[in-house]
């Protein structure tokens, strides 16, 4: 069992920039890969970015490319992923989900642990 947790999501204006983090606490290493989706009210959850093992290799999707960034730190004690988010839209308005699964992939259902979600509100 993989016990992710997200922190960090909040209200912004569009332009800003946002971290979201995502923690699991004394990690197995049993699901390595690192996702985040986001879900956003009426519409389906969809893939925002995904990362190896290692951190060396990150996917994301063509509507965040260029503005949003995983980073990865792997430790004894704790892995954690940040989402670092600039140049907010409203667009990106969402809760944004932290996932861990074997595979690197861009479908949520290759995933076997999900955090409980965190907000982010993207508005003026």
């Known amino acids: 069992q993989v016990h992710l947790a997200e922190s960090g999501g909040g209200l912004v204006p569009p332009g800003a920039s946002l971290d979201v983090v995502c923690k699991e606490f004394?990690?197995?290493?049993?699901?390595?890969?690192r996702a985040w989706f986001r879900q956003a009210p009426g519409k389906e959850r969809e893939f925002v970015a995904a990362?190896?093992?290692?951190?060396?290799?990150?996917?994301?999707a063509d509507s965040v490319k260029g503005r949003f960034t995983m980073l990865r730190d792997n430790s004894k004690t704790m892995v954690k992923v940040i989402l670092r988010m600039n140049n907010l839209k409203p667009e990106d308005t969402a809760i944004y989900y932290c996932?861990?699964?074997?595979?690197?992939?861009?479908?949520?259902?290759?995933?076997?642990?999900w955090g409980q979600g965190t907000q982010v509100t993207v508005s003026s």
């Open positions: 004394e990690p197995k290493y049993s699901s390595n890969i």
């Open positions: 996932a861990a699964g074997h595979h690197l992939s861009s479908k949520a259902d290759d995933y076997l642990f």
């Open positions: 990362t190896s093992a290692s951190g060396g290799i990150t996917n994301y």
